[in-house]
């Protein structure tokens, strides 16, 4: 098989460093010219450098390939407009976004502030939006465009980041959404949660409980480049009837997520009283659920 996206442009969002880096990287293997979008920030998303951007593209260009650097921030609308701009101005137009961005402020609920939620959310969550919507306006004239968005298991639910979770649980709505907003112009808008060793994964809290160091080995085999053919192949045409849809990828392993549906029902005409209820519930439709979290004794402080 050829090149699969040779002479397309892409846009790849956060591609200065980790997943986003070795997406770009593939996507110029595979012919696209690559927009390498970054910020440079610090993993909190404070700071801004110019340096993981250029040094992407100048890596793509030694290899052979065509790139330019674009340092604005998701996290704006006007950054997001910039963004895919620099793409149409520089190369005549766009095919691809991957929006992956993303900082990291994991705390748990209690103290989470409303800034650290609101810079997450402002970067994953609007940060997606921003560049979509710029995007998508160009996709629907040219009637055609692949968009490959970034979620996390953590939208299933992880302790101490809520802020993280609460957007990454929104990238996946948005996604469903705008699929069905985009398709009938025939383009596509899928999403990847992602595992790879990143210096996100180096920032991982999982509390005492967890081994770290088995979890460290376990993490450094699953490489940032294991991610990338799988947005190659969203991007590409053979991908065309895959649309909203919610993939796992780590190493090398790609899973399809099914989308939630009701798993038990009961049903009482005209409604429930809150004693049939609290009888009812947990004989069947509660029945054998467990607590993710259950309730521990507070430790006595030495
Ligand atoms: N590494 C994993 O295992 C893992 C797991 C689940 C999800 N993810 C997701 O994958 C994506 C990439 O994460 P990574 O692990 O490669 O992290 P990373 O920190 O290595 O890379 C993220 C990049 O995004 C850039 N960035 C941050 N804020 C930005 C902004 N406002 N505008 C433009 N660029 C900005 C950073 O400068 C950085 O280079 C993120 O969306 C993350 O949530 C990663």
């Not at 480049?225 to 909203?244: E, M």
Request: hydrophobic residues 45%; aromatic residues 6%.
């Amino acid at each position: 098989m050829g090149r699969v996206l040779e002479g397309k442009v892409a846009v790849v969002t956060g591609a200065g460093r980790g997943i986003g880096r070795a997406h770009a990287i593939k996507l110029a293997e595979q012919g696209a010219k690559v927009v390498v979008n970054d910020l440079g920030s610090s993993l909190d998303g404070a700071d801004a450098a110019t340096g993981p951007a250029d040094d992407v593209v100048e890596e793509i260009r030694q290899a052979g390939g065509e790139a330019i650097a674009n340092t604005n921030s998701v996290a704006t609308a006007e950054g997001g407009e910039a963004i895919i701009k620099s793409a149409i101005d520089a190369f005549g137009g766009l095919d691809i976004l991957v929006n992956n961005a993303g900082n990291y402020r994991p705390r748990m609920i209690f103290n989470m502030t409303a800034e650290d939620f609101d810079a997450v959310v402002k970067v994953h969550l609007y940060g997606h939006f921003n560049c979509i919507s710029a995007a998508s306006k160009a996709f629907r004239a040219q009637r055609g465009g692949r968009i490959i968005n970034t979620a996390s298991e953590a939208w299933l639910g992880e302790a101490a980041v809520s802020n993280y979770g609460a957007a990454k649980a929104g990238i996946v709505g948005l996604t469903r959404v705008v699929a069905r907003d985009l398709g009938k112009y025939g383009v596509t808008c899928n999403c990847i949660c992602p595992r790879a060793s990143t210096r996100m994964t180096d920032a991982l809290s999982f509390g005492e409980s967890v081994d770290r160091s088995a979890l460290d080995s376990e993490l450094a085999a699953l490489k940032p480049d294991a991610i990338s053919p799988l947005v190659i192949f969203l991007a590409s045409q053979q991908a065309a009837n895959v649309n909203g849809h919610v993939f796992l990828a780590y190493g090398g392993t790609i899973s399809l997520f099914s989308a939630p549906q009701p798993e038990r029902t009961i049903f009482k005409e005209g409604g429930w009283s809150v004693d049939e209820l609290m009888e009812a519930a947990p004989k069947s439709l509660t029945a054998d659920v467990v607590n993710p979290a259950p309730g521990q004794p507070a430790k006595v402080k030495a």
